[in-house]
């Protein structure tokens, strides 16, 4: 079954960087879309940044410039780099997946495969 293992996350001040990682299993990674979102207590779940297969990125306006998603094929493996962190950047950050193209890939309701989620502090 496709199973979605984020790690990477931690407490970090503000204006420091963090690395988070997404490892996919149980599916061809390759041609999945995959993306990368975020819940803070209270809020909706948003979209961050996404992926297509064939490389293209999606990111939201909030974390342009400062977040780099990229995709590792041959390790089945999704990366978001996050860099000059705020304290509005602190969520549970998800990783999710869908296997095709995608109309709005910040959406979450167009990803059918979640992870668990990985915490993301970041103090001022």
């Known amino acids: 079954q496709v199973q979605l293992v984020e790690s990477g996350g931690g407490s970090v001040q503000a204006g420091g960087s963090l690395r988070l990682s997404c490892v996919g299993s149980?599916?061809?990674?390759?041609?999945?879309?995959m993306g990368w979102f975020r819940q803070a207590p209270g809020k909706e779940r948003e979209g961050v940044a996404a992926?297509?297969?064939?490389?293209?990125?999606t990111y939201a306006d909030s974390v342009k410039v400062r977040f780099t998603i990229s995709k590792d094929n041959a390790k089945d493996t999704l990366y978001l780099q996050m860099n000059s962190l705020k304290p509005e950047d602190a969520a549970m950050y998800y990783c999710?997946?869908?296997?095709?193209?995608?109309?709005?890939?910040?959406?979450?309701?167009?990803?059918?495969?979640w992870g668990q989620g990985t915490q993301v502090t970041v103090s001022s």
């Open positions: 999710a997946a869908y296997p095709g193209p995608l109309a709005t890939p910040l959406a979450a309701w167009e990803y059918n495969y």
């Open positions: 149980g599916f061809t990674f390759s041609t999945y879309s």
């Open positions: 992926i297509a297969s064939d490389g293209r990125t």
